[in-house]
């Protein structure tokens, strides 16, 4: 049998990241049924055509909103073509009914118990139209198939999230309890990589629990590996947290992404600022993911964002809320939605919701003019020349190959949403 997995692309250009799910998967698929033959398919990365596809079952992705179009469009000519479809991951996980009128069949949460009963009644023709995938302990997984020429590949560490985010769409697939995996696990899937660079795409780096997490960083020592992961402040303001930077950085962590919190906007405080500067005294970039336009925010909370830039000398990369299906905002601001089931606005870069306060158009406006204040040239150079040599070239080589790709990203959301909108605004 012959099984096809695609991750789909993102609309705006991304770093050249190789998709750690569709790796994963593979792996998985080898797993389960080892004479199968397995193709993997990143359309960002490599010329596509669907109606190059070819194989008895096709796999694809749904975990970015955004591409959901893609992926049911893609998936609707495949299977007019006579391909057994089956898509999965966050958003056919939360809005199961509605991918299946894409697909033949709908994995609902991990796919780990149920692929082996997938892929035996994709071989017999008989899908069911759905499977209820269950949270298993991450013990003995398989090694993902590494697809070639990619700068960056991801691991991951540990499913689920005990943390409250109401945006968060992770814990609704992977669930509020930390499951984690064995640490020489990890150690070894990582010492197998070729490249330098990797990603730990776990939602919260710390995990937590922070002694696990200073084990996994000290294990993780002798790989002689960079990388870059997502975090929290909150974990650094604790007594251990200056033992967690060390060991997070003698580990390789280059750069850490804070976006775990959701009151970034509006007063940061001194304890916030300490961990900011201890982060970037041990040579570690962080980058605030800032979510903007709440129905709390106001006009004054985007201007600020600029300002908060400078004063912390880090990169701000801000993104209108979006209400994620399966979240708990989602079912809070529910009796607001403007665009529902529209999902190709729902990247960040529109407005979704009604707000007491300013228009969709206004908090679109304003969310573009600081986004273009943000990464002028000047300002991108400025906080690049501010990351400590000591850990040059592999710090300032990384800040390139995210910030750049990211710039880019933002020039073409703007560039579509001008042409959708017609009305221009000065930058
Ligand atoms: S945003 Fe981060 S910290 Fe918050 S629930 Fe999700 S993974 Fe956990």
């Known amino acids: 049998m012959k099984i096809c997995l695609i991750d789909p692309p993102l609309p705006y250009s991304s770093p050249p990241l190789a998709p750690l799910i569709l790796e994963y998967l593979g792996g998985l698929t080898k797993r389960v049924m080892s004479e199968a033959e397995i193709e993997l398919l990143d359309p960002k990365f490599s010329p596509f055509s669907v109606e190059k596809v070819e194989a008895d079952l096709v796999g694809i992705c749904g ?89 960056f590949h991801g691991i991951f560490t540990m499913r689920g999230c005990s943390y409250g985010c109401k945006f968060c769409a992770l814990r609704g697939l992977y669930g509020k309890a930390h499951r984690y995996r064995p640490i020489d696990e990890v150690v070894k899937e990582v010492d197998s990589l070729k490249e330098r660079f990797y990603w730990n795409t776990d939602g919260n780096i710390w995990g937590g629990n922070i002694n696990r997490a200073i084990d996994l960083f000290t294990a993780l020592k002798g790989s002689n590996k960079k990388w870059y992961g997502f975090g929290d402040l909150k974990a650094l303001e604790t007594s251990s947290g200056d033992k967690l930077i060390k060991a997070a950085r003698e580990s390789g962590l280059l750069s850490l992404w804070l976006g775990c919190e959701e009151k970034f906007v509006g007063v940061f405080e001194k304890k916030k600022v300490e961990a900011i500067k201890k982060l970037k005294s041990n040579g570690i970039d962080p980058i605030l993911a800032i979510i903007l336009g709440k129905r709390t925010d106001s006009l004054d909370d985007f201007d600020r964002i600029v300002e908060l830039s400078d004063k912390l000398g880090i990169m701000v990369h801000p993104f209108l809320l979006v209400p994620f299906p399966g979240t708990e905002l989602y079912e809070e ?68 190959m995210r910030e750049f790709p990211m710039r880019q990203g933002m020039k073409m959301a703007y560039k579509k949403w001008l042409q959708d909108s017609k009305s221009p605004i000065q930058s």
């Open 333 to 400: 601001y529910k009796p607001f939605l403007l665009k529902e089931g529209q999902w190709k606005y729902y990247d960040g870069a529109h407005a979704l919701f009604s707000h007491p306060q300013m228009s969709p158009e206004q908090r679109e406006e304003k969310f573009f003019s600081i986004v273009f204040e943000l990464f002028t040239l000047k300002r991108v150079f400025r906080h690049l020349f501010e990351i400590p040599l000591n850990v040059f070239p592999a710090g300032h080589f990384a800040f390139l």
């Open 63 to 151: 975990s970015r909103i955004v591409t959901l179009p893609w992926v049911y469009s893609t998936a609707d000519t495949l299977r007019k073509r006579g391909m057994q479809v089956v898509l999965g991951g966050f958003n056919p996980s939360a809005m199961p009914e509605e991918a299946k009128k894409h697909a033949d069949a709908v994995v609902i949460g991990e796919a780990e118990s149920v692929w082996h009963e997938v892929l035996e009644d994709a071989r017999k023709g008989q899908l069911k139209p759905f499977y209820h995938g269950m949270p298993l302990p991450l013990e003995n997984l398989p090694l993902p198939i590494r697809m070639p020429g990619y700068k």
